[in-house]
């Protein structure tokens, strides 16, 4: 097998694609076996010298971003699609675990960081392959670590339980607004294109419906059934637009937003891990981004309501009350944000309803796929956002959304 030997471990190129990353023992890599290390410290030093390749060659990608000199490695303690180690307590390392995985990551940090943009992490560069037979591809990207941050379903929980328990409304959704327009207008800077056509548009998340009703069992299958009608009239109104079309973050929602003090920092560019390669790098409208960011926050309402334990009408209704204006503060900041920038026109607001939509949907296939634990976020977004069909409702008895016990 095809392999980057470094003085304490390797990474293996498997015949499927997969990457492992290896100590010096051959065994599974982990913070401590220094392997994050080499690679650091060959990312930091611009030059992959201190690795081998076995076959093709290997290429560093430097930006201008200072680094400390401390190679010390320290695990990062979530789970992760990819391995991440903290290097020196300044700098996190990711280690791909895929061929090709962070190949889109590591092109648009580049571009963010060669822009300037401050509300992503700071970005130190990629160690790549170029390897005869599957072309080139990133194989570690390295960051600036975040100091006491947290992700936002844990920050944006805590702001929406305090509200409802009589603390100040939160200010953090007209902050993402304007994070992701300075993003945008950073990544619209490489370059623009057609949007993709409303004929197109609809009838991909008619499909997401589709399998959304064949997967979704239980009573949460119930009552998205009981919702189709209005859920396909909804998707089916998405217009056409004007906006242009760019490389987007692509799974814009509120995990993937860092918090520390009064800053945010945008996270995880691989895009929409539901979607193959191909039509994951596509470009699209803002509206694509903001809608997910949007769903985002109607599932922190239903994460609340489980933290709170709320399951009576009234508290539900304010709850999902709260994500719906803080939608509207989501998209008027970023509006205005856009116009200073000089893109008044970036976001077409008209394509949000269907596009929200389509993402709720595609919660509840993300959640029997792999996070089955996660369905009742989805569920509780849905049955509030939509009624029933009134053609269903004095037929079909509905079991209530409630929320899960803690």
Same mark, same amino acid.
């Given at each position: 097998m095809d392999e980057v030997r470094a003085g304490h471990g390797s990474l293996r190129l498997e015949t499927d694609g997969a990457l492992t990353a290896l100590d010096a023992a051959g065994l599974p890599a982990a913070a401590g076996s220094g392997l994050a290390a080499d690679l650091t410290h060959a990312v930091l030093s611009g030059s992959p010298d201190t690795l081998k390749a076995s076959v093709g060659e290997l290429h560093v990608v430097r930006t201008a971003l200072a680094a400390g000199e401390c190679l #010390?490695?320290?695990? +990062?303690? +979530?789970?992760?699609?990819?391995l991440s180690v903290v290097v020196g307590g300044d700098k996190i390392i990711k280690l791909v675990r895929q061929w090709s995985g962070a190949d889109r990551s590591a092109r648009l940090l580049a571009r963010l960081a060669d822009a #300037? +943009?401050?509300? $992503?992490?700071g970005y130190y560069g990629s160690l790549d392959w170029e390897h005869p037979e599957h072309g080139r591809g990133t194989l570690a990207l390295l960051s600036a670590v975040i100091p006491d941050a947290g992700d936002g379903w844990t920050w944006a929980v805590?702001? $929406? $339980?305090?509200w409802f328990r009589g603390g100040k409304a939160p200010e953090f959704p007209a902050a993402l607004g304007r994070l992701a327009a300075e993003v945008h207008a950073a990544l619209l800077a490489g370059g623009a294109h057609p949007a993709p056509g409303a004929a197109e548009v609809r009838a991909r998340a008619d499909g997401v419906l589709d399998v959304a009703l064949a997967l979704t069992g239980g009573d949460a299958g119930i009552r998205l059934s009981n919702r189709a009608g209005r859920i396909r009239e909804q998707l089916a109104a998405v217009p056409e637009t004007a906006a242009p079309a760019f490389d987007l973050h692509g799974d814009l929602h509120v995990g993937q937003v860092l918090r520390s003090g009064e800053q945010y920092?945008?996270?995880?560019?691989d895009g929409?891990?539901?979607l193959p390669d191909a039509e994951r790098?596509?470009?699209?409208?803002?509206?694509?981004d903001v809608a997910h960011l949007a769903a985002s926050l109607e599932m922190v309402a239903s994460v609340a309501a489980k933290r709170?334990?709320?399951a009576d009408e009234a508290s539900l209704g304010r709850l999902y009350g709260w994500a719906d204006e803080a939608s509207v503060q989501l998209t008027g900041a970023y509006q205005l944000a856009a116009a200073e920038a000089g893109l008044p026109d970036l976001l077409d607001e008209a394509m949000l309803p269907g596009l929200i939509a389509e993402q709720l949907l595609r919660e509840l296939i993300y959640a029997h796929r792999f996070l089955p634990r996660w369905q009742y976020a989805a569920d509780g977004a849905i049955t509030h956002r939509f009624a029933r069909d009134s053609a269903r409702a004095p037929r079909t008895k509905e079991p209530a959304w409630t929320p899960p016990a803690l």
């Amino acid at each position: 097998m095809d392999e980057v030997r470094a003085g304490h471990g390797s990474l293996r190129l498997e015949t499927d694609g997969a990457l492992t990353a290896l100590d010096a023992a051959g065994l599974p890599a982990a913070a401590g076996s220094g392997l994050a290390a080499d690679l650091t410290h060959a990312v930091l030093s611009g030059s992959p010298d201190t690795l081998k390749a076995s076959v093709g060659e290997l290429h560093v990608v430097r930006t201008a971003l200072a680094a400390g000199e401390c190679l #010390g490695e320290t695990p +990062v303690p +979530v789970d992760m699609t990819n391995l991440s180690v903290v290097v020196g307590g300044d700098k996190i390392i990711k280690l791909v675990r895929q061929w090709s995985g962070a190949d889109r990551s590591a092109r648009l940090l580049a571009r963010l960081a060669d822009a #300037g +943009v401050d509300s $992503v992490p700071g970005y130190y560069g990629s160690l790549d392959w170029e390897h005869p037979e599957h072309g080139r591809g990133t194989l570690a990207l390295l960051s600036a670590v975040i100091p006491d941050a947290g992700d936002g379903w844990t920050w944006a929980v805590d702001d $929406v $339980v305090a509200w409802f328990r009589g603390g100040k409304a939160p200010e953090f959704p007209a902050a993402l607004g304007r994070l992701a327009a300075e993003v945008h207008a950073a990544l619209l800077a490489g370059g623009a294109h057609p949007a993709p056509g409303a004929a197109e548009v609809r009838a991909r998340a008619d499909g997401v419906l589709d399998v959304a009703l064949a997967l979704t069992g239980g009573d949460a299958g119930i009552r998205l059934s009981n919702r189709a009608g209005r859920i396909r009239e909804q998707l089916a109104a998405v217009p056409e637009t004007a906006a242009p079309a760019f490389d987007l973050h692509g799974d814009l929602h509120v995990g993937q937003v860092l918090r520390s003090g009064e800053q945010y920092w945008l996270l995880d560019f691989d895009g929409d891990p539901q979607l193959p390669d191909a039509e994951r790098d596509r470009p699209d409208s803002a509206a694509r981004d903001v809608a997910h960011l949007a769903a985002s926050l109607e599932m922190v309402a239903s994460v609340a309501a489980k933290r709170l334990q709320a399951a009576d009408e009234a508290s539900l209704g304010r709850l999902y009350g709260w994500a719906d204006e803080a939608s509207v503060q989501l998209t008027g900041a970023y509006q205005l944000a856009a116009a200073e920038a000089g893109l008044p026109d970036l976001l077409d607001e008209a394509m949000l309803p269907g596009l929200i939509a389509e993402q709720l949907l595609r919660e509840l296939i993300y959640a029997h796929r792999f996070l089955p634990r996660w369905q009742y976020a989805a569920d509780g977004a849905i049955t509030h956002r939509f009624a029933r069909d009134s053609a269903r409702a004095p037929r079909t008895k509905e079991p209530a959304w409630t929320p899960p016990a803690l």
